[in-house]
Each structure stands twice: as C-alpha cells, then as structure tokens.
Nanobody, 128 residues
C-alpha cells in the first residue's frame, strides 16, 4: 500500500522559516517524481517544487531562491525547506508522488501534471 505522510507545518511570522517532510513508501519513492504542491483558500492547487529520481529540481517562480526541495534516499523522505516566508505562502501543502514518468518530472509552463499519489496535507500559516 502506498503512503505519503507529511509533517512540519505550523505558524510562523513573515520572514521566518519552516521545513516540511514527507515520508514515502519505498517502492513509490525509488521510481517517482516527488513534488510539493500547495492550495490556498479559494485558489487552485499549484506546484511549488519538484525533484526527479536523479535529483534534478524544479521550482515555481515565486519561491525560487526562498524554497529548497531535497530528499534523503536512506529515509525515503522528501523535504521542503522554506525561508523568508510571506503571508502569501499561507496554504495547505501537499506532498505528491508520480511514477508514470520514469522518475522524471513533467514540469513546464503548461503546468505540473504530477500527482498520482497524494499526502494528507499540512497547514502552513504565515502571519504577524
């Protein structure tokens, strides 16, 4: 059974930092594109960061230079380090895994069609 379990959300002041973690089932972790998405109230879910099976990373424009996606192959865990957080980063953050692309991440200006499996989400709130 596939599982993605997120942790690390919380409340932080503007300019602060948080680290999210997502533990992925071993079989899914090895062969998948892994990604973080977020959904703010009243908005559609959007891709934030993605990492391929060989470690290539992709970022949404508004998080470049502030967020870092990484993974620990020994722990089957993908991380999202977030710094210089803004109120506009407030959202539920979801971990996603997709094995359909052979470990690649199909990120383009046309969209992020990633997400065969999803975690339950973790709330991130940035407020003073």
């Amino acid at each position: 059974q596939v599982s993605l379990v997120e942790s690390g959300g919380g409340s932080v002041q503007p300019g602060g930092s948080l680290r999210l973690a997502c533990v992925v089932s071993r079989g899914t972790y090895v062969s998948s594109c892994l990604a973080w998405f977020r959904q703010a109230p009243g908005k559609e879910r959007e891709g934030v960061a993605a990492i391929t099976s060989d470690g290539t990373t992709y970022y949404a424009d508004d998080v470049k230079g502030r967020f870092t996606i990484s993974k620990d192959n020994a722990k089957y865990t993908v991380y999202l380090e977030m710094s210089d957080l803004r109120p506009t980063d407030t959202a539920i953050y979801y971990c996603a895994a997709d094995y359909r692309y052979g470990g690649h991440c199909p990120v383009s200006d046309a969209g992020w069609p990633i997400g065969y499996y999803w975690g339950q989400g973790t709330q991130v709130t940035v407020s003073s």
